[in-house]
């Protein structure tokens, strides 16, 4: 039951001043059953000339807000103290036939699986080809029970590629991960995403933090941390599991989650438009601790 | 043949008219739509339109009335379903695929509410006569229904060409349901607590190179509410704003002729940065409501069409009145059996859009393709069979339509309907769809559906007739509601103004290119041009770098280069081009007059044969049509800011023009005096002051006088300081440029200076010269050229510029794997 406290900051540094600027945030805390928010601050500078707080189809909240005075620059900073839990995964060999989530979820006749069917298909960012789909029936084998399944899918994913920063764009589809077989969490959770759906099976895009470890004998480095992304997907009669293909874990207690959505795209942290500004450059730091 | 009878009335009663006197009418039609042509944007013309209504009775129109005005309401039921409570699903009614694999269907929609919970305020049905005489419905259009601008022109020239027809036959008019449409655009900002007169109605139209533009500036000038694109939009605070000359007005209601997609970057994930950064949290704020409500496109999915009797009964508790063509889903298995099993019976269709592709995909008509097509549409359906529905082709009546002659041809008929607070109205007419047939064997598959006009198919009106004599009524002159006089003009927005002052600049541009031009062309078709001393300086005055290689070996060509060759980047092609596309976009600003001749600016025949004389002929028509539509804005054009900025425009652009013809013409002064008294004759015909030099100096000319005349001369309107004059003129009604202000504006300031040096000049100073070379001529010619390309760019940045807008930024950790 660990305790973390999450800084996060983001800072845009403008060339030019910035005439306005639009934003919308993923980043306010929601309320989910392994989790609890002790506390959460945000702190935007300059001071939006006005926000919003909504409520997204994925119960995501989100904030929108615009800074309409001139600005060269912009920073974000959340600050947020969580319990964090672990949650019971559900056991081999003893969830249901896979064929039978897609077909149930063909036709939902309830809140849930209705809310389950709307990971099922393809998404902006998680499309999907044979190849993808190909991938995934490797594992998803005839009447295979779909926690198995899926979890075979996530450890292949994370033997079969290779953590690379800095040789992905954001959205790079599915299919190109599993052609270049490098990439970073965003990647692997896309690829995790698209295999899944290609089936139409339940899957979602789960945004938030992972605590890590320093190197033995090094000192933790502040602000080293990352944001960090993996994969939920729905099993009837359990409910939604955590899985993160770029750890091949399941997902625990330091997985501290912030948001979810079909994709990245449902989800990005924080996204804007500016008026002005020319080039910037962008610092985001992040840090996870351990309180207790 | 079998056609229906209401069609065969009408033709007798004009079998009655002789040849002469129809050809007669369908001319009158033709110079009606011409007037207002809308679809030059679409390459063709409005020739498309037949000159004989369809026909529907009283009795049929009572069900097609109903139908329609159902479907309007059903489909509003279902969007307020699938963006609220999603019942229909959440009871097992539909497949989920229907809005989770939709691309159409809008995550960030959900939970939003439009005002008074309507979400389709315009919708549109396309529907068939059956051989039977039954309708049946082949399409919705429920997100930004094409067409109501069209069938407003058509009446518009249908029934000016056959008034007495019109009358007699009680025709039920159009005008009442604009009413209505307006009223309920009206009606949804005053319940969102819209301050009245301040905020207002906006139609937002598409871009200027959509085929559906033309259209939206006929709807924004009928209702008589602004025309403003994207670009026009200011959201400061979660309120959105008009961006005009006189400052940011309040908008209300935004009646938007762009697609969801197309609305908000910052939530729609486009990442180009198009459209009103944040409008999709004033709407959430309850700041602005917009028609149709975003999110409608999903309405359109093809594959709801199966589902509608269902939904009708289960959302309406009504039986759906109107059927659709049968359509199968073949994500459903023994549906697929059904369809494959004789697969020449159906048309195939995406069940959904394709994702970034606005347009609707072409549907395929098995039977009409090549074996080859057939196959790999086969092989396409196998691979993924819930991405495909299948339309039953149908046998449809045949109308008859002219060409000549009464000739068959298959007809849609698109109706219009609209939802209010109030309750749904259909439109008593709408635009007919043909395509002429050559067998008797019509489907489905070859009624048009798509939206434009193209080669193949034509517009027709469609009158519904009424039983009892129908009221007068026009929208143009709303009956009981005084007008007060008033001189403003309304507003301007800053995206008018800059294409009206590029307009002017455009203007003077091909104004001075064309006098060149003829210059050059004048003395090349002269046999002893080689001996002519002044035309190297003509050319080089005229044509720009990329011609000049080709000077000297072939002057002629590189004439022609420059006129014609659309290519040529500094060429008079592409002036004429532009001057072309800003009447275009200004259609909705400009008379119909201007418009007119400004849409076929510089299109004249191209000359044939060879030789510099040929191009003559052609540089007049160039020349003419700018004296036409000088005279044609002077003319027609209020003195309001419209006028203002199309007239700094071409001031600007014309002294500077001219300043530049002096240096290139006068900057030497050559020893032999033939050659400096031929010079002086080309500025003087190339500046157009000829004639008053003339008659003010008799025939001898001498440079002293010919720098007055068109520099310093106010009284000549060529000259440079006249158009200073002018601009100062023009400049002192600009918003925050009052004159009467004891401190000047930075603006004023830089116009006194240029007028001040232009009238101190010593003229006799500037044409002395040193080592043949008029320097002090020189010196302030520059200095001229300057100071008026810097009043140009203090009005961009006054009035005019937009300040770039980048595109959507992710802040994200995979950015910066450095830090």
Redesign the interface.
Known sequence: MPIYQVDHETVYDYRLPVLYSNHLAHMLPRTVSRQNWISHSIKVDPNPTIQQERLDIFGNRVLAFSIEQEHTLFRFKTTGIVDVQEEKPPKQGETMKWEDVTKLLERPTSDETLDAAMYAYASPFAKFDESVRNYALESFEQDRPIFDAAYELMTRIYTDCKYTPGVTRIGAQPQEILRGRKGVCQDFAHLMIGCMRSLHLPCRYVSGYLRTHPCEGQPKLVGADATHAWVSTYIPGHGWVELDPTNNVLGGNEHIILAWGRDFGDVSPLKGVITGGGEHTLKVSVNVDVKE | MECVKTDDTFIKSISALSKVEFEHRCRRLHNVLDENDLSSSMGGNHKGTDPIPLLITAEEWKTLEAGVAQRARLFNALANDIYGE?RL????K????L???N?DFL??V??VHPVGGIFVNLTSTDVARLKDGSFVAISDHLQVPDGLGRALENRIGVSRAFPELFRSMQTERLAGFFKKLMDGLNAMHKNIGGEGETSKVVLLASSPDNPRRAEDAVIARYLGIPLVENDDLA????QVYMKTLMGLKKIGTIFRRVEDGMCD???L?IDS?EGA??L??SV??GNVAIANFLGTGVLETPMFKMFLPEICRELLGEELLLRDVETLWLGNATDAERVLAEPEKWIFKKAFRD?GNFKEVEPKAFATMTNTAQLALLQAVD?APDQWVAERSMEVSTVYAYRGEFTPAVSLMRFFAVNTTKGTSVMPGGLGIFKFTESNATSAASVPTGCTVSEELGEKDIWVLSENPVANFSLLAPAGQAITPSRAGGDLPSRAAENLFRLGRALSSSNMMARIARGIAVRLSDESWMDMPELPWILKAGLTDESQSRLAQDPENALRYFILRKDNKNGMQCVLTEIRELGMQLRDRISEDLWLYLNGFGIAEVPAGTGAAALLPYLKEVLSDSAAVAGLAADSMTRGHEWRFLELGREIECAIRTLRLVKSLLYTAPTDEMTNLRLLQAVLEIGDGLMTYHRRYGGRLQVVPVIDLLLSDESNPRSVAYQVAKLRKAAKHLPGNDQSETTFSPLDRELMRVLAELRLANIEQLAETIENKRENLIKLVDAQINSIERIAEIVNRLYLSH???????????????E?
């Open positions: 999603q699903w959440k009871n097992g539909l497949p989920a695929a809005l989770f694999a691309p995550q960030v959900w939970n959201i400061r605070n979660m970057p910052l939530e994930r940065g950064v944040g999709i949290s959430r704020a994702e691979s300040a770039p807008r980048a595109g959507v930024f992710h802040a994200t950790t995979t950015d910066v794997s830090v």
